[in-house]
């Protein structure tokens, strides 16, 4: 008998049907072998015009504007077939603060957040958003995420951002400069790490390198995030 119809009578039976829906949809992930690969920055020329910024995403630049910070440039990030994801990078004065600016669109939706984003030394970062979208990816304790989707001010963002930056120095992970030519290097190393992580910890399978795709276990957790999202 097929596995899936095993699957859906067995839950269907016992738990109904919205649990056989969960059931199948971690099936189809697995199943579905998606993979994800490190990101190459792919930069859009200057007169780029294919990218329509939202309403927020406009307010976005017109703040970093204001906040002194500035453009470093626009880059195709995109890992995953059918899944468009666009970057624009901005610096600040001082160079401690990535601001970026993630525009991503797909059949199915169209969404802006913003992000900012700092190293630490001797090792770790601290990286705060806006997204609203539930995270799957497991990080180590060096390396801090921060979600605040009801804050919608980049003042207030980057604001909660430098709170985060000054109280890693209290205990001596100290922020880094990040000077505009070492972005790149550093948004790749970081990716290919939490890559990297989540293959330590079960959650995907490394196929070749820079490949990687969900494993039964990163399949459970990611339907079961999204079922409660």
Known sequence: MDVLHIFWTGFTDHFGFEMAFVGLGILMVYGSRRTHTVPKFRQLPSSF???QHSAQAGLFIQSLGDLGFKPVGAFDVSMS??????IELYHSPDQLYVAT????????ATFSFIEFHTDLAPHG?????????????????????AKVPWRKSVTEILGLHVELCEAAKDHLF??????????EGSFIKSMRQSFDD?????RMVKVSEDVYRSSFKGALIAVDRKSVV
């Open 101 to 108: 600016i993630v525009n991503v669109r797909s059949s199915t």
């Open 49 to 51: 015009s294919g990218l």
């Open 198 to 202: 989540q293959v330590k910890c079960g």
């Open 174 to 183: 100290n922020p880094t400069p990040l000077k505009p030519g070492q972005i």
């Open 81 to 86: 077939p059918g899944i468009q994801m666009i």
């Open 125 to 145: 970062s601290i990286t705060t958003n806006n997204s609203k979208h539930a995270g799957i990816f497991y990080y180590p304790p060096d390396k801090m995420v």
